[in-house]
């Protein structure tokens, strides 16, 4: 596995045991919070992608992460996200917040998890 090409932001695919991936990437898009649109369910609620998890927590317990979820896609979610008044704990939790994203993706979703798995024993690094 060892397929890299030049990208806009550097190296891409498999370097020195390290996956740099981002969503424009068609082999590794499945990676992607916006490019790849599975549904999750977390805290009781379904979420159209993880995206729309993330961007919603921002607004944890108000009517705008409501709108958030509801957003008709990932980039519109992306786009809510970047409008609204954050949380005050935002830059304490939003890592916590991904971790519970990404983790659910990838057990709620076999085939996605298998591909996950079979990037070990890879680093990955999502970048733009």
Same mark, same amino acid.
């Given at each position: #596995?060892?397929?890299?090409? *030049?990208?806009? $932001?550097?190296?891409?695919?498999?370097?020195?045991?390290?996956?740099?991936?981002?969503?424009? #990437? $068609?082999?590794?898009?499945?990676?992607?919070?916006?490019?790849?649109?599975?549904?999750?369910?977390?805290?009781?609620?379904?979420? *159209?992608?993880?995206?729309?998890? !993330?961007?919603?927590?921002?607004?944890?317990?108000?009517? #705008?992460?409501? &709108?958030? @979820? !509801?957003?008709?896609? *990932?980039? %519109?979610?992306? &786009?809510?996200?970047?409008?609204? @008044?954050?949380?005050?704990?935002? %830059?304490?939790?939003?890592?916590?917040? #991904?971790? @519970?994203?990404? &983790?659910?993706?990838?057990?709620?979703?076999? %085939?996605?998890?298998?591909?996950?798995?079979?990037?070990? *024993?890879?680093?990955?690094?999502?970048?733009?």
């Amino acid at each position: #596995m060892n397929r890299v090409r *030049p990208g806009r $932001s550097g190296l891409r695919g498999v370097v020195d045991g390290v996956l740099y991936f981002h969503g424009g #990437m $068609s082999e590794w898009a499945w990676l992607d919070n916006i490019a790849c649109q599975v549904p999750i369910t977390l805290d009781g609620l379904d979420w *159209p992608s993880t995206e729309h998890y !993330f961007q919603a927590q921002k607004f944890a317990g108000t009517t #705008m992460a409501d &709108r958030v @979820r !509801f957003a008709p896609g *990932p980039l %519109e979610a992306k &786009r809510l996200g970047r409008v609204g @008044r954050l949380r005050l704990d935002w %830059e304490d939790v939003k890592y916590d917040v #991904m971790l @519970r994203a990404v &983790r659910a993706k990838f057990e709620q979703h076999a %085939e996605l998890r298998q591909r996950l798995l079979a990037t070990a *024993p890879c680093d990955i690094v999502e970048h733009c």
